[in-house]
C-alpha cells in the first residue's frame, strides 16, 4: 500500500491512496490541475482513478471536485449529508447525480482489493466521516478535520500499520493570530480541529507494534509551523503512559501545496 498526499492543509486536501490495482483519491480540495500534477508524479493519470472519497463538503476538501469530474466521470463515495452539501455548492458547477455513491449507514465498501471503513467525526459540517482502509497486507487511516474524539473513534480505527492525522494548530499561535474571535472558538471547539498537543495525545492512542511511521497534515496556515507541529507531537508520544517513545518512528509532516515524501505500508 503506497500513501502519497498531494496536498494537506487548511487551503487545500488531497490524498493518494493505492496499491498495484487500486487508486483512491481521498478528498479534491485542490485545482483539478493540481491534482492531475500530482497523479503524474505518481506515473499515474486521471483514468486510473476508480474512485474519490470526500470526507466533508468544506471547501478545502472539495474546492477541485467539479472541474475533475466534468473532465472524467469518477465514482464519489460520500455520507448522504456531504453529498447534499456538495450538491448545493453551486461555484462547483454541474454533476452527474450518477457519479454519487451514497454512504448509507456509513458502512464498510470495498473497492477492488480494499476494503475502506467510514467514521463519523466531530466537526462543522453535515455529516463529516474519516476514513480507515485496508488491502489484504496492511491497514491504514486518514483522520482530519475533527474538534475531538472518543473512545468509540479509536476503537473503530483498530490495530493501523500507518496513521495520517490532523495537527491543525498551535493553541497560542490560534489565541493570538489574525483570525476573529468567532473563528477562533470555532476552530477551538469540539467540533473544530485538533491542536498539536491533541494530535500528539490521539495518535499515542493507537500506537501499537505494526506502525511504522506517522505522518500529521492539515496544519494551518496561520496558526502552526511544520517544525512546532512536529516537536509538540513527537513530545506529546514521548509524555504519554504508552511504551512508545516519539523518537521510535518516523514523524512525517505533510507539506500544505506540494507532493509529500510517499509512505510505503
Ligand atoms: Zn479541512
Ligand atoms: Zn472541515
Known amino acids: 500500500m503506497r500513501i502519497a498526499p498531494i496536498a494537506s492543509g487548511s487551503s487545500g486536501n488531497c490524498i493518494y491512496v493505492g496499491d498495484d490495482n487500486t487508486h483512491i ?137 500507518f496513521i495520517f492525522a490532523e495537527a491543525n494548530h498551535d493553541v497560542r499561535m490560534l489565541q493570538l493570530g489574525p483570525y476573529s474571535y468567532p473563528l477562533k472558538r470555532r476552530i477551538l471547539s469540539d467540533r473544530g480541529h485538533l491542536s498539536n498537543e491533541a494530535s500528539g495525545r490521539f495518535i499515542s492512542k493507537l500506537l501499537n507494534d505494526d506502525i511504522k511511521s506517522i505522518m500529521i497534515g492539515h496544519l494551518s496556515d496561520k496558526n502552526n509551523l511544520p517544525d512546532l507541529a512536529y516537536e509538540a507531537v513527537k513530545v506529546e508520544i514521548t509524555m504519554s503512559d504508552t511504551k512508545y517513545d516519539g523518537l521510535d518512528f518516523p514523524i512525517y509532516v505533510a507539506k500544505r501545496n506540494e507532493m509529500s515524501k510517499i509512505v510505503y505500508c
Do not use: M, W
Request: glycine share 6%; with cysteine; charged share 25%.
Open 25 to 161: 483519491l481521498i478528498d479534491a480540495g485542490i485545482s483539478a490541475k493540481n491534482i492531475e500534477e500530482g497523479l503524474h508524479s505518481l506515473d499515474l493519470s486521471l483514468d486510473d482513478i476508480d474512485a474519490i472519497l470526500i470526507t466533508h463538503e468544506h471547501s478545502d476538501h472539495i474546492k477541485g471536485l467539479g472541474v475533475l469530474e466534468r473532465k472524467r466521470e469518477i465514482p464519489i463515495y460520500a455520507s448522504q449529508g456531504t453529498i447534499e452539501g456538495i450538491l448545493s455548492t453551486k461555484s462547483l458547477g454541474y454533476f452527474n447525480r450518477d457519479c454519487f455513491k451514497s454512504l448509507r449507514n456509513l458502512s464498510p465498501f470495498t473497492i477492488n482489493d480494499f476494503t475502506f471503513n467510514p467514521h463519523p467525526v466531530s466537526h462543522d459540517a453535515n455529516e463529516p466521516v474519516c476514513f480507515s482502509f485496508e488491502n489484504a497486507h496492511k491497514r491504514a487511516a486518514v483522520v482530519t478535520d475533527l474538534g475531538c474524539y472518543d473512545d468509540e473513534l479509536l476503537k473503530s480505527l483498530g490495530k493501523l500499520d
